[in-house]
């Protein structure tokens, strides 16, 4: 029978929860291992109508293999020994393969740390497929026996392996590998590197933030910069160096637009209080007359920084444009001082630039975003009327009005508010209705 020490361990766990205390230590494995045995028919017929499904190809059939493998895992931990038996196939063809894989996606529903000791066997195991399903099953598990297994394996993975493995110690986000992980950000594969950001996001080491800043200036994949600066903002706190660091980095011809906008945001978190490189870099952008996002976001990082002249400044070069005959009734430029306004929590002043986007705006789309603006304004302003008047002429549906509130305690407050609360469940019984 294959998998013996699987069916054993798993058997053990049950009949020490079942088994009589008078019953000795020395005779306990043999009937564990006699009661595995008299269930594994009940478990095989249990699981028979499903291996057929289990062997399909997740990617295509995704949908209905999520609603086979949650059925699989209500089976419960009974089934666990017959599960972990298709982790390690004999012939590693496409379905086998296939069935590995859903076999695993239904014991990460199973507690994996409960069989952690069969998992770790498979992950030291000469079978590919079991490798790397265990591996990944090693992550999902939660323990931190679990690390030092796939660093025991960092070294010496195969291609493929080294990237799951990273995966792995991302979702269990200890620090204590730190230091030999983030020595792979020199690799010139960029799915590894990515993959040890997010280690580092996860796990949080601050022992890793020399290496982290001598490896950003010579990262060349655009698109993992952004990780860096997410790193950067939860370790380099108020840090010259990391702040220095990232100011070559602002430039808009190298970088995506809400990249650079987010990085300009974290900097309010990573350069310390009244850093006079970062304060000269962010008011280039003001100085040259930029009223948008990236102005309001520069704008509010100076003010974090111990600077408010940026606010002051920004509002004065937007009032200075509105005069301006070409641009008195452009809808853009009230909605940035609106933000601005946003910003400042002046919520009265917002509502009414909002206000004046609407009868400017000539895009529904624009007009429809503007009126949820609208909501958060007169939420804030407690005025719960106007608020559910913006509701109703708004449009949105339930769920975009839920991660509205998400984002904003005053409209979370606002919803819970009678005459608000009653238009709501109108809307959901409307909504069940169709």
């Not at 931990?77 to 069935?99: F, G, I």
């Not at 974290?266 to 003001?286: D, G």
Request: glycine share 4%.
């Amino acid at each position: 029978m294959r998998n013996v020490r699987f069916l054993q361990a798993a058997a053990c766990a049950i009949a020490a929860s079942v088994l009589p205390s008078q019953v000795s230590l020395h005779d306990l494995p043999a009937l564990a291992r006699a009661r595995a045995e008299r269930q594994r028919p009940a478990q095989e017929q249990a699981l028979q109508p499903f291996w057929t499904d289990l062997a399909l190809e997740y990617r295509d059939n995704a949908q209905y293999l999520d609603q086979r493998i949650a059925m699989v895992a209500a089976l419960g931990d009974s089934v666990v020994p017959l599960l972990l038996e298709r982790l390690q196939p004999v012939a590693a063809n496409a379905q086998s393969r296939n069935l590995a894989a859903n076999c695993r996606r239904v014991l990460e529903r199973l507690d994996p740390s409960s069989f952690l000791d069969a998992l770790v066997e498979l992950a030291r195991s000469n079978n590919e497929v079991g490798r790397v399903e265990s591996i990944q099953l090693l992550g999902r598990s939660g323990s931190p026996r679990a690390v030092p297994v796939l660093m025991s394996l960092h070294d010496q993975a195969q291609q493929g392996e080294h990237l799951l493995i990273l995966q792995s110690l991302a979702r269990l986000a200890d620090p204590s590998p730190a230091d030999r992980v983030v020595s792979g950000l020199g690799s010139s594969d960029k799915s590894i590197r990515g993959a040890i950001l997010d280690y580092l996001i996860a796990a949080k080491p601050a022992s890793a933030l020399p290496t982290v800043l001598q490896s950003l200036p010579n990262e060349k994949e655009r698109n993992l910069v952004p990780k860096y600066v997410q790193y950067l903002a939860a370790v380099a706190r108020e840090n010259d160096f990391a702040a220095r660091t990232l100011l070559p980095l602002l430039d808009r011809e190298k970088m995506d637009f809400r990249d650079l906008l987010t990085m300009v945001e974290k900097l309010a978190a990573i350069a310390p209080k009244e850093h006079e490189p970062t304060l000269k870099k962010l008011h280039e952008w003001i100085d040259a007359g930029e009223t948008g996002s990236l102005a309001l976001a520069a704008a509010t990082t100076l003010r974090s920084l111990g600077d408010k002249s940026g606010m002051k400044q920004l509002l004065a070069t937007i009032n200075e444009q509105m005069k301006r005959p070409q641009r008195r009734n452009e809808p853009q430029l009230y909605e940035d001082r609106a933000n601005l306004h946003c910003a400042n929590e002046d919520w009265k002043d917002a509502a009414e630039d909002f206000e004046k986007v609407l009868d400017l705006a000539q895009s529904d789309l624009l007009r429809r975003r503007i009126r949820g603006e609208l909501v958060r304004c007169e939420a804030h302003r407690s005025r719960w009327d106007r608020m559910l008047k913006w509701l109703k002429e708004s449009e949105w549906t339930l769920s975009e009005i839920d991660a509205l509130a998400l984002r904003d305690s005053a409209v979370k407050e606002g919803l819970t508010r009678p005459s608000v609360r009653a238009w709501l469940q109108t809307q959901q019984r409307e909504a069940g209705g169709k």
